[in-house]
């Protein structure tokens, strides 16, 4: 996954801060944006899990903060629903212009209600996807409380959402009570699926059943079950993603998806945007291989001494359990543990070079089963057999390079 931080102009003029996530080693399948929640931002935990997570499926995602949040500029008192509407506008209008149209809109509670809208607005949207969504705007009035007699009163009144102050004035309410999900619904002509946890204490599982009832086919129903509004668990965030895009392939025209391929065994790709994450292939079997973050990489698969380690482990086990099959030996369970470090040779005749250092692979074994000392002792020396560490061991290494045009 490859971030960029960008800008975009809203119809007002207002610089909009966004992050713009691409897959890693490959131009996206297609473009969507997601909408996050009222008062929350481009940085909320759902916005950012299934941003990314939907890249590995092949998208580019655009987030980004309505104006006067996070970001953003603008005054969030001067904004409304039809604000934020237009900021969706603009975001589709910026995608067109710079990459791609997008075809997937994505929103969350409030931001899925204004996806329904905007998503009716904008041509190249060919599916909509609201997550714990308020059937009306106007269901933000609800969280305001006692404070709407203050704001029709006084103009505008300062309350706490999240622990977070924020001004609302009375354009805000106006603004809600203009734009109507039950009128809409039935004339959109658009996929949609509405996905919602029955446990939401925030909006009500009977939102979701309006959206349904009321929205034309095809529509499609998931429930998030025992996920709170906020999708504050990761793994119900990413179980969100990977269920999104599963159910827009049957909505959104396939493309054909360049992939990484080779003659010999295995292939590793790099591009001069992906950091040092790198794409691999080997046989039909595709991966990623990274650093971990403090070395500058973005961690999103192990590293090549991980993969290594990996290597040596798999290989263990594999012929342990060979060998215990042809034995016919009741073992239950191999568990390989592995770590890599570089020593100092103690018998190393030039103690300044690089060579006196030698490479050292700490292997450990966990064995279950109804198995005896002697059939233990000899599994132990089984795996010094294994392919790979005769590999590294026992033959001299060579490593020729040859450049391919």
């Given at each position: 996954?490859?971030?960029?931080?960008?800008?975009?102009?809203?119809?007002?003029?207002?610089?909009?801060s966004a992050?713009?996530?691409?897959?890693?080693?490959?131009?996206p399948?297609?473009?969507?944006?997601?909408?996050?929640?009222?008062t929350c931002?481009?940085?909320?935990k759902?916005a950012?899990?299934?941003s990314?997570?939907?890249?590995?499926?092949?998208?580019?995602?655009?987030?980004?903060?309505?104006?006067?949040?996070?970001?953003s500029?603008?005054?969030?008192m001067?904004?409304?629903?039809?604000?934020?509407?237009?900021?969706?506008?603009a975001a589709?209008d910026?995608?067109?212009e710079?990459?791609?149209?997008?075809?997937l809109?994505i929103?969350h509670?409030?931001?899925?209600?204004?996806?329904?809208?905007?998503?009716?607005k904008i041509?190249?949207i060919?599916?909509?996807?609201?997550?714990?969504a308020?059937?009306?705007?106007?269901?933000?009035?609800?969280?305001?409380?006692d404070?709407?007699?203050?704001?029709?009163?006084?103009?505008?009144?300062?309350?706490?959402?999240?622990?977070?102050?924020?001004?609302?004035?009375?354009?805000?309410?106006?603004?809600?009570?203009?734009?109507?999900?039950?009128?809409l619904?039935?004339?959109m002509?658009?996929?949609?699926?509405?996905?919602?946890?029955?446990?939401?204490?925030?909006?009500?599982?009977?939102?979701?059943?309006?959206?349904?009832?009321?929205?034309f086919?095809?529509?499609?129903?998931?429930?998030?079950?025992?996920?709170?509004?906020?999708?504050?668990?990761?793994?119900?965030?990413?179980?969100?993603?990977?269920?999104?895009?599963?159910?827009?392939?049957?909505f959104?025209?396939?493309?054909?998806?360049?992939?990484?391929?080779?003659?010999e065994?295995v292939?590793?790709?790099?591009?001069?945007?992906e950091g040092?994450?790198?794409?691999?292939?080997?046989?039909?079997?595709?991966?990623?291989?990274?650093?971990?973050?403090?070395?500058?990489?973005?961690?999103?698969?192990?590293t090549?001494?991980?993969?290594?380690?990996?290597?040596?482990?798999a290989?263990?086990?594999?012929?342990?359990?060979m060998?215990?099959?042809?034995?016919?030996?009741?073992l239950?369970k191999?568990?390989?543990?592995?770590?890599?470090?570089?020593m100092?040779?103690?018998?190393?005749?030039?103690?300044?070079?690089?060579?006196?250092?030698?490479?050292?692979?700490?292997?450990?074994?966990?064995?279950?089963?109804?198995?005896?000392?002697?059939?233990?002792n000899?599994?132990?020396e089984?795996?010094?057999k294994?392919?790979v560490?005769?590999t590294?061991?026992?033959?001299?290494?060579?490593?020729?390079?040859?450049?391919r045009?």
């Amino acid at each position: 996954m490859v971030t960029k931080r960008i800008k975009f102009p809203n119809k007002d003029g207002f610089e909009l801060s966004a992050r713009l996530e691409l897959p890693v080693g490959k131009a996206p399948a297609h473009y969507a944006i997601f909408a996050h929640c009222f008062t929350c931002g481009k940085n909320s935990k759902a916005a950012t899990v299934i941003s990314r997570k939907l890249t590995r499926s092949g998208f580019g995602v655009l987030r980004f903060d309505f104006t006067g949040l996070g970001d953003s500029e603008g005054a969030f008192m001067d904004t409304g629903f039809s604000s934020n509407l237009d900021d969706l506008v603009a975001a589709a209008d910026y995608l067109a212009e710079n990459y791609e149209a997008p075809v997937l809109l994505i929103g969350h509670s409030l931001g899925g209600t204004a996806a329904i809208h905007a998503g009716a607005k904008i041509e190249s949207i060919k599916a909509i996807c609201t997550l714990g969504a308020p059937f009306e705007a106007e269901h933000v009035i609800q969280h305001i409380g006692d404070n709407k007699e203050e704001i029709i009163r006084k103009g505008s009144t300062l309350i706490k959402l999240g622990g977070t102050p924020f001004r609302i004035g009375s354009k805000f309410l106006h603004d809600l009570e203009k734009h109507s999900t039950a009128s809409l619904l039935p004339t959109m002509r658009k996929a949609l699926l509405v996905m919602h946890s029955p446990q939401d204490d925030v909006v009500g599982i009977a939102n979701a059943e309006s959206i349904f009832k009321a929205a034309f086919h095809p529509k499609s129903f998931v429930s998030l079950d025992r996920a709170d509004h906020l999708l504050t668990n990761s793994d119900d965030a990413a179980y969100t993603a990977d269920v999104i895009a599963a159910w827009s392939c049957k909505f959104i025209p396939a493309v054909a998806e360049e992939k990484l391929t080779t003659d010999e065994d295995v292939a590793a790709q790099i591009g001069s945007d992906e950091g040092y994450s790198t794409e691999l292939v080997a046989g039909l079997h595709h991966f990623m291989a990274d650093e971990p973050e403090i070395f500058g990489g973005k961690d999103l698969g192990p590293t090549p001494y991980q993969l290594l380690n990996a290597a040596l482990g798999a290989c263990t086990a594999m012929t342990l359990k060979m060998y215990a099959d042809r034995k016919k030996w009741p073992l239950k369970k191999v568990t390989v543990h592995l770590s890599h470090s570089k020593m100092h040779a103690k018998d190393s005749a030039e103690p300044e070079s690089e060579r006196s250092k030698v490479e050292v692979f700490k292997r450990y074994l966990e064995i279950k089963g109804d198995l005896h000392s002697d059939q233990i002792n000899k599994l132990m020396e089984i795996a010094d057999k294994c392919p790979v560490h005769r590999t590294l061991t026992e033959k001299e290494l060579k490593i020729e390079t040859v450049l391919r045009s």
